[in-house]
């Protein structure tokens, strides 16, 4: 049953869904019952869980996915955002991080890599710690330590919030769900367990990255055992369209468990 984290399954590689489905979390903490997460599982292969940035809604991430091939990509839209419901009250991103390892039993999935973009990579990074058994592999995408980091331009943050893709544009996040958002990461930091992350990690960013400056990526992958920093030259914060989307990609496909797998044989 979704939400069983008692018997994990790999997802089935023949699994194809196209649309957006509702499912309400089991997260097996009370606080938590009851919360309704949009998600979507799409593709064959190797499953990638996303985890997206600050208000937007699952289908920014499209132009990333259609250069992506071989692979079983999860993703959702975070409390309040998109087609997810509000809650009560914020939810940490500790708590977060639950919601997210929730939706990968609703996927049927044991163990993903799990790709967080910005305030994603906050949830990413928690999520990594606490259940370091469903993270086959980390990316960190444009995102930061939280509290400690570098900070960005205000001006830029802003111009981030209120998007489109190909002009049309996506649903408006909700004021108060945006704001739920923004105190999860304001008092959070992942300094103190940078060091015990186990999963082999990879950490991207543009080199004209406003929002969330490149010195931060540099503290993740300096900080994160045997972690690869990738530097995208003149790409800016927004890793989700256009050439920037076709490069996080690329750097994804080679970052895919067959090829970590056959790196490890090269060098064994």
């Not at 790709?115 to 990579?121: A, D, F, I, N, P």
């Not at 060091?195 to 004209?208: K, Y």
């Not at 369209?241 to 970052?255: I, P």
Request: with cysteine.
């Amino acid at each position: 049953a979704p939400g069983d984290r008692s018997r994990p399954r790999q997802l089935c590689a023949r699994t194809r869904m196209s649309t957006t489905r509702s499912i309400v979390v089991d997260s097996h903490l009370p606080w938590l019952s009851g919360l309704r997460i949009a998600m979507s599982v799409q593709g064959t292969g190797d499953p990638l869980l996303l985890v997206n940035g600050l208000s937007r809604p699952l289908q920014s991430w499209d132009p990333f996915t259609a250069e992506l091939a071989g692979r079983t990509v999860i993703s959702f839209d975070a409390p309040g955002v998109g087609s997810s419901p509000t809650p009560l009250r914020p939810l940490s991103i500790a708590e977060l991080a639950i919601v997210t390892a929730a939706v990968l039993d609703a996927a049927g999935v044991a163990e993903a890599d799990v790709l967080g973009y910005s305030h994603g990579g906050a949830v990413a990074q928690q999520l990594a710690h606490d259940a370091p058994q469903r993270v086959a592999g980390l990316i960190l995408a444009a995102t930061s330590c939280g509290v400690g980091a570098t900070p960005g331009n205000s001006k830029d943050i802003l111009r981030h919030l209120g998007s489109s893709l190909d002009g049309k544009p996506w649903p408006l996040p909700d004021p108060l769900g945006l704001l739920w958002q923004t105190l999860a990461v304001s008092n959070w930091s992942s300094i103190p367990f940078l060091g015990s992350i186990l999963a082999p990690t990879l950490v991207v960013c543009g080199s004209r990255d406003s929002v969330v400056p490149p010195s931060n990526s540099l503290v993740l992958a300096r900080r994160i055992p045997n972690a690869t920093l990738i530097l995208l030259p003149g790409r800016g914060h927004d890793l989700q369209r256009s050439e920037s989307a076709r490069a996080l990609a690329r750097a994804v496909s080679h970052f895919s468990p067959a090829r970590r797998s056959a790196a490890r044989l090269a060098t064994g």
